[in-house]
């Protein structure tokens, strides 16, 4: 029998819910970072190779993970990257219109506001569920609509998007790019991007795929790649060797989603980490995180204290990994906050309410020990 997950990563005094900010890395990942530091400190152990091995082996993760080719992976730095890419590389105009959902978090609306400059609308729909519906996306959309921007799981509310119906109504419209951030869903549940049948995904890499810092991916559809109306010129994509420069100077036009990644894709100090880390989500399975974080779920939500009222979903394909709730007076998030961390639990507040995240490196004594301190 395969090991718990719990046990890939380093044992802590506290209980860490609050995967939705950072998740905590694996042991190997963390042991990878530390050899790259070792490799800097002494550079002759930096192989010229490892400048193509590192982004190659990274990008052929990503891809298993998203149930694509690894040549439709963008790899960047964070969830704006992706989406500054499509804002800026798609071929929007005066008069064209991008709709976005109202309460989004921020990161998925700010790399398209730019565009206002250019003639482009955008519009807000209002998701008064928590998350954006089929039938106020139908509503919404108009001859204009060109791209629909919106978050898988909702950072504000813990509610989870009925994709592929949102995608079904995009479909009935000509011209219609449907973008999905992924990033409070992708390593919590499966993401095949064939399947939701999105044009693009994009997910920072320090969440829920428990990666560094400024980590990043995009996930483009071959038709959408073709449509891209930009191009960069970053070297080391384009050179198969270090040593040796090319006959002639050229763009290349094989290189699919790599032509688009952040330049220095051969972050050797951050990216061999986040393999890593990856690495170890794909080899337990995502069926199987999503069954123990959900079981944790589970267990958070029935054992719930009187005083407190679940404000995200308690069953179905809307409930996510983010569990939202609200204290009845006279308590307050702020002294909740409070009696956790002297508990050892660490949490968030989030819109007014306290948020809960637990992932893959927290144990049933993890949520017994929240749960007894919202009850204290």
């Known amino acids: 029998m395969a090991a718990p997950l719990s046990e890939e990563f380093a044992p802590l005094d506290r209980a860490w ?12 990942a963390a042991a990878a970072a530390r050899e790259a530091i070792e490799a800097k400190l002494d550079p002759r152990r930096m ?8 982004p190659a082996a990274l990008r052929s993760s990503l891809g298993e993970l998203v149930g694509a080719g690894g ?10 990257y992706g989406l500054n890419l499509l804002a800026h590389g798609l071929p929007l105009r005066d008069g064209d219109e991008v709709l976005l959902v109202e309460g989004d978090f921020p990161a998925t609306i700010y790399p398209w506001l730019p565009l206002q400059r250019r003639g482009v609308r955008l519009r807000t729909v209002p998701a008064p569920s928590g998350a954006l519906e089929p039938e106020d996306l139908d509503e919404a959309l108009t001859d204009r609509t060109r791209v629909v921007c919106t978050s898988w799981v909702f ?4 509610h989870a998007a009925e994709v592929t119906a949102l995608v079904d109504v995009c479909r009935q419209r000509e011209d219609v790019t449907f973008v999905l951030n992924g990033s409070q869903a992708v390593g919590a549940r499966p993401a095949d991007v064939y399947d939701l049948g999105v044009d693009a995904l994009v997910s920072c890499g ?7 810092y400024a980590t990043g991916f995009a996930w483009l559809h071959p038709a959408l790649m073709r449509r891209l109306d930009q191009e960069q010129g970053y070297w080391l994509a384009q050179v198969d060797e270090i040593a040796n420069p090319p ?8 290189l699919g989603a790599a032509a688009y990644d952040v330049f220095c894709t051969a972050n050797l100090s951050v990216f061999p980490a986040w393999h890593r880390a990856v690495s170890v989500l794909l080899d337990h399975g995502i069926d199987q995180i999503e069954r123990q974080d959900q079981a944790l779920i589970d267990q958070l939500i029935a054992g719930l204290p009187d005083g407190w009222t679940l404000r995200s979903p308690e069953t179905g394909s809307r409930r996510s990994t983010l569990v939202f ?4 007076p006279p308590d307050t998030v702020a002294r909740a906050l409070r009696r956790l961390d002297v508990a050892g639990v660490d949490a968030a507040e989030r819109a007014g309410r306290l948020r809960l995240s637990p992932h893959v490196h927290n144990t049933p004594a993890d949520i017994e020990r929240a749960l007894a301190a919202l009850a204290a």
């Open 206 to 212: 320090y969440k829920w795929l428990c990666g560094p």
């Open 47 to 54: 192989s010229d190779e490892a400048f193509f091995q590192v």
């Open 71 to 80: 040549d439709e992976i963008v790899l960047g730095n964070s969830t704006t």
């Open 155 to 158: 950072s504000l509310s813990g």
């Open 247 to 254: 006959g002639r100077y050229g763009l290349r036009q094989d």
């Open 17 to 28: 819910l609050n995967t939705a900010h950072q998740g905590p890395m694996p042991l190997v």
């Open 325 to 328: 709730l609200e204290p009845e």
